[in-house]
């Protein structure tokens, strides 16, 4: 077997609202299943929003799933490639995964081949107890995650 | 016909906002007003939670500056387990505390600089807006780019390594801090692999500097007189003067520099200070009691620290500390687009604060904690990065919170920044045939300096557009733009 890809799961949101932790839980729930199976090749990180030093931190990755909870209408979850956008939002101070990926090849020149993670939540209030239905999405959307990393090993 | 712009929301700053600016037939403008969405609801979600929580629990407030949430509850706690009112933790507990809040001023300043004010200033105000930000910034000027970039994860790994982790983090509690340092993490600070070690980001600091002192020199209109207007001033200083980001006294000066609020001790602050409501807005217009709402509000942030404090206690920000106030002859700045030059020597203070502070053996050894008496009461306040963030509890005997008060940097500055719009709006745009993107652009220029900061930790994916919207003086729809 040749080279391990570099994987980097990345959640964001922030876990005192709700459903909008989901990114985050999903996150720690990798960590524990590369641990237990001791894969050194995966990464994990999370933080609130994604911002311009995720360039760097994606730099040196093959592969980055970045994962966040979703108001969209969609079934449990949803993966996407995410496409390189030099569009900046309506804050900065914050970011898309298509600008951060945007920024890491205007700076570094690396295109890690990035997919963002779309799981469907419902509320968002100062609370952090999540919904019986997000936590079912998330229960789905990691078993789907851990075959999808499976085969980018076995690649 | 009278005509109302609304331009909304304004780009490049946290959270929604909306200015809406009124012109008459002849284009002369009657009224603006920066509308600002204040979410107001935590202070009542936080009562009935156990006072230890809190210092946990504010961070979801905000996503972008949870740590300054995060210290000014701890400090009003320490209040509370009776550790003092900011003097009285352990030399470990104040000095990580002060590394955290570094870190995070550090992050937070560099972030600003580098992704919302230089893309205006390589690029002019009427610079064409498809590349007037970071990844224009990253195609010209790559330099800057990256070291914005690393300036930025720097404070956040300072963050990690102090407060635990990035996402709530749970470094300061009541009375003291719940970690050190280990060696490890100090050495990978101090001499960590280029770029990643304080003295490349005291280097980075100094060139940034350089960059906008350069640009000055050429562009002196529009850094000096762009939203020039009077203001009194209020912020943290420490008790013999010096600039102070974490504790001290509450001072305000006027803008000839003369105090009127003398060095107060901030347990007293709701007697000084009182909070207007106005219909129009949700964002309350914070004054000093003494001077009434008409005279009595003030500027917070960067540039108000700047012209409070007497000095810097660092050797290199204190040199570009005498600069600043010579070239002001001595005196209050009330220049808005003083505000960048005030951040970029915050930087550098930090920088080096945070070099003294890993270098000192205190923050890999000592007591944690300490206590005292209970008290029922409690207010923690502390220079967040865009101003003075004020936290105020009271618990019972239950040791549940029963009371929360907060005032956060943003609605300190509420009447500035509304200043700041109506100054450049009749600037720019009286008795102009239309309104151009270099225009609304000046006006966001102008609200970007303050850096505001609102409730957005819930975060939503997706294109957020630029919507101007223009209304007859029936309030009727006549045009709108999105871009």
């Known amino acids: 077997m040749g080279k391990l890809p570099e994987i980097l799961i990345y959640g964001f949101g922030n876990p005192g609202r709700q459903d909008d932790g989901l990114g985050i839980v999903l996150t720690e729930m990798v960590e524990e299943w590369t641990r237990k199976e001791s894969l050194s090749n995966i990464e994990v990180d999370s933080n609130y929003q994604l911002n311009i030093e995720d360039a760097s931190n994606i730099s040196d990755k093959d592969v980055v799933y970045f994962v966040d909870a979703s108001k969209k209408e969609i079934e449990s979850f949803l993966i996407e490639e995410v496409i390189p956008s030099p569009k900046v939002d309506f804050t900065t101070h914050s970011a898309s995964p298509g600008f951060i990926l945007d920024l890491c090849h205007k700076i570094y020149g690396k295109y890690p081949q990035v997919y963002l993670f779309h799981i469907k939540g419902y509320e968002w209030e100062f609370m952090e107890e999540m919904t019986e239905e997000a936590k079912n999405n998330l229960d789905k959307a990691f078993q789907f995650l851990i075959m999808e990393i499976k085969q980018q090993i076995a690649k | 016909m009278g005509q109302k712009i609304t331009i909304e929301p304004v780009t490049r700053v946290e959270g929604h906002g909306k200015v809406t600016i009124h012109i008459d037939n002849e284009g002369k403008i009657l009224q603006t007003r920066l509308h600002i969405v204040e979410f107001r609801g935590f202070e009542r979600f936080i009562q009935g939670r156990p006072y230890w929580e809190a210092p946990v629990l504010v961070q979801r407030l905000c996503g972008i500056c949870p740590v300054s949430h995060h210290l000014a509850a701890a400090k009003a706690m320490d209040v509370i387990v009776g550790a003092g009112t900011g003097e009285g933790l352990t030399p470990t507990g104040e000095k990580m505390r002060r590394l955290m809040h570094y870190g995070q001023m550090f992050q937070s300043h560099s972030l600003h600089f580098f992704h ?368």
């Open chain 2, 116 to 483: 919302l004010a230089s893309p205006d200033l390589l690029f002019g105000v009427n610079g064409d807006p498809a590349i007037r930000n970071v990844i224009g910034v990253a195609l010209e000027h790559q330099d800057l780019a990256v070291q914005g970039v690393m300036m930025r994860k720097f404070g956040q790994e300072i963050i990690r390594a102090t407060a635990g982790k990035k996402i709530h983090g749970t470094g300061a509690i009541p009375g003291g801090i719940n970690k050190s340092l280990t060696q490890e993490e100090v050495d990978s600070f101090l001499k960590g692999d280029d770029p990643l070690n304080i003295d490349k980001m005291i280097s980075w600091s100094k060139d940034a500097l350089k960059f906008f002192k350069d640009y000055h020199k050429t562009h002196k209109s529009i850094i000096d007189e762009f939203a020039e207007f009077p203001s009194n001033h209020l912020s943290l200083v420490r008790k013999d003067g010096a600039l102070d980001l974490y504790h001290g006294v509450l001072r305000a000066v006027d803008p000839e520099g003369k105090i009127i609020l003398h060095d107060i001790d901030y347990q007293d602050y709701n007697k000084y200070i009182e909070e207007e409501v106005r219909t129009w807005s949700y964002m309350k217009f914070p004054y000093l009691k003494e001077f009434g709402k008409d005279n009595g509000w003030y500027t917070v942030g960067p540039l108000a620290r700047m012209n409070t404090a007497e000095f810097i206690d660092t050797p290199l920000a204190q040199k570009e500390f005498e600069k600043f106030k010579a070239y002001n002859n001595g005196k209050p700045s009330n220049k808005s687009m003083h505000m960048h030059w005030a951040r970029l020597i915050e930087i550098l203070h930090s920088a080096e604060k945070m070099k003294e502070l890993l270098s000192d053996p205190d923050i890999q050894n000592g007591e944690l904690t300490t206590k005292g008496t209970k008290k029922p009461e409690g207010v923690g306040l502390i220079e967040a990065p865009r101003g003075t963030l004020f936290h105020h509890y009271k618990v019972n005997n239950n040791d549940q919170i029963e009371m929360a008060n907060l005032i956060v940097s943003t609605t300190n500055n509420n009447q500035p920044m509304n200043n700041a719009v109506n100054q450049v709006a009749t600037n720019v745009m009286t008795s102009q045939p239309e309104i151009t993107e270099g225009m609304m652009n000046a006006v966001e220029v102008a609200i970007r300096a303050y850096d505001p900061c609102l409730s957005c930790a819930t975060h939503a994916l997706g294109q957020m557009p630029l919507e101007i919207t223009l209304y007859n003086s029936d309030d009727k729809i006549i045009d709108q733009k999105i871009k």
